[in-house]
Antibody, heavy 116, light 108 residues
């Protein structure tokens, strides 16, 4: 079964850092662009970042540029989202998604809560 | 940046009825890089349609995507009880990959 699993969410204070992992299985991970999308509970979806198959083409939403970084380790079938200088408004469920025919495979999401 | 505006915000219909969801883009979307997703509470989005009109694998044929340029539509020809959910359109071409704000299809 093709799947993505997000790991690493939790409760963090404003200004803190957190690293999310997205671990893939069931497909040739190194062939695909991976995206991160977040969703405030009860609200809509917001695209935040992407990384291409070999990690040399990276994009970010303006509001997270300079605070978030993205990387991947194809040997470990993993993408990482390093989130620094976290703000209350970064509180959301964070999903990773595979880009094939649009975003065709999504993880179940991991909740990140930024609160003092 | 492309902005996607979905309408209506909420659609109240009964099983067996037809649902028509609209998605309007602020700029021309080339190559049809427009997708539709269904999301139920506590679940991730599920891809329904990509390329504006191609159904994703395993999606029943009562989900029909259409449109081009700046105007796109998702039609659910006959609503099943399992179809009541929130639907999002999505431009997945260039950065930033915009999502519409969603249309909730609720049971009347």
């Amino acid at each position: 079964e093709m799947q993505l699993v997000e790991i690493g969410g939790g409760l963090i204070q404003p200004g803190g850092s957190l690293r999310l992992s997205c671990v893939a299985s069931g497909f040739t991970f190194s062939n695909y662009i991976i995206h991160w999308v977040r969703q405030v509970p009860g609200k809509g979806l917001e695209w935040i970042s992407s990384i291409n198959s070999n990690g040399d083409d990276i994009e970010f939403l303006d509001s997270v540029k300079g605070r978030f970084t993205i990387s991947r380790d194809n040997a470990k079938n993993s993408v990482y989202l390093q989130m620094n200088s976290l703000r209350v408004e970064d509180t959301a469920v964070y999903y990773c998604a595979r880009r094939s025919r649009a975003f065709d495979i999504w993880g179940q999401g991991t909740m990140v809560t930024v609160s003092s | 940046d492309i902005v996607l505006t979905q309408s209506p915000g909420t659609l109240s219909l009964s099983p067996g009825e037809r649902a028509t969801l609209s998605c309007k883009a602020s700029q021309w979307i080339t190559t049809g890089w427009l997708a539709w997703y269904q999301q139920k509470p506590g679940q991730p989005p599920r891809l329904l349609v990509y390329g504006a009109s191609s159904r994703a694998p395993g999606i029943p044929d009562n989900f029909i995507g259409s449109g081009s340029g700046t105007d796109f539509t998702l039609t659910i020809s006959r609503l099943e009880p399992d179809d009541f959910a929130v639907y999002y359109c999505h431009h997945y071409g260039s950065s930033p990959r915009a999502f519409g704000q969603g249309t909730k299809v609720e049971m009347k």
